[in-house]
């Protein structure tokens, strides 16, 4: 069965980097994109961004442009997500969603929250 | 980017009824490029609808999806307890992929 695990909780404090992980199992992982999208607490999904685990291409949304990037790892179907210059306002569960940019996002990882404080 | 609006934010209702969620976009897109989401507390969220009235694999069939343009609908026949959650709409049309605000449909 498909499966998406991602990594644990992290802690950071403002203008860090963080760098969660995102391991695919039960599929072809090369065969379909994988996105990332936000939830900061009590509010909605915010789409981040994709990559394809294929060819390594990726694409932001405007807001996260230059502070984030995504990348995979093949060999460990493992597709990561790197957000740098952390704000508070990055406080947020992250989750892995597997789909591409036009598509729908049929599989989710189980979320990892950042907490950004001082 | 194309803004969707869900309404109503919050839906009460009771077991056995029926519910209706809209939500509209800012600018028409093909039906191909909505689906619903479910999200309960401390859980991702669940496709349950692509192509504005699919259902996913394992869907129940009281979740109907239908709609065009710029109006989308996912209806609920017979709630559940379980069904009890919020629910999102997305759109894949263009990039960014943008959701909705969601609908929380709470027991009355």
């Known amino acids: 069965q498909v499966q998406l695990v991602q990594s644990g909780a992290e802690v950071k404090k403002p203008g860090a980097s963080v760098k969660v992980s995102c391991k695919a199992s039960?599929?072809?992982?090369?065969?379909?994109?994988m996105n990332w999208v936000r939830q900061a607490p009590g509010q909605g999904l915010e789409w981040v961004g994709w990559?394809?685990?294929?060819?390594?291409?990726?694409g932001y949304a405007q807001k996260f442009q230059g502070r984030v990037t995504m990348t995979r790892i093949t060999s460990i179907s493992t597709v990561y997500m790197e957000l740098t210059s952390l704000r508070s306002e990055d406080t947020a569960v992250y989750f892995c969603?597997?789909?591409?940019?036009?598509?729908?996002?049929?599989?989710w990882g189980q979320g990892t929250l950042v907490s950004v404080s001082s | 980017d194309i803004v969707l609006t869900q309404s109503p934010g919050t839906l009460s209702l009771a077991p056995w009824d029926r519910a209706t969620l809209s939500c509209r976009a800012s600018?028409?897109?093909?039906?191909?490029?909505l689906a619903w989401y479910q999200q309960k507390p401390g859980q991702p969220p669940r496709l349950l609808i692509y192509?504005?009235?699919n259902r996913a694999t394992g869907i129940p069939d009281r979740f109907s999806g239908s709609g065009s343009g710029r109006d989308f609908t996912l209806t609920i026949n017979g709630l559940d307890p379980e069904d009890f959650a919020v629910y999102y709409c997305?759109?894949?049309?263009?990039?960014?992929?943008?959701f909705g605000q969601g609908t929380k449909v709470e027991i009355k």
């Open positions: 192509a504005a009235s």
């Open positions: 997305q759109q894949y049309a263009g990039s960014p992929k943008t």
């Open positions: 039960g599929y072809t992982f090369t065969a379909y994109d």
């Open positions: 600018q028409s897109i093909s039906s191909s490029y």
């Open positions: 990559v394809s685990p294929k060819t390594g291409n990726a």
């Open positions: 969603a597997r789909g591409g940019a036009g598509s729908w996002d049929d599989f």
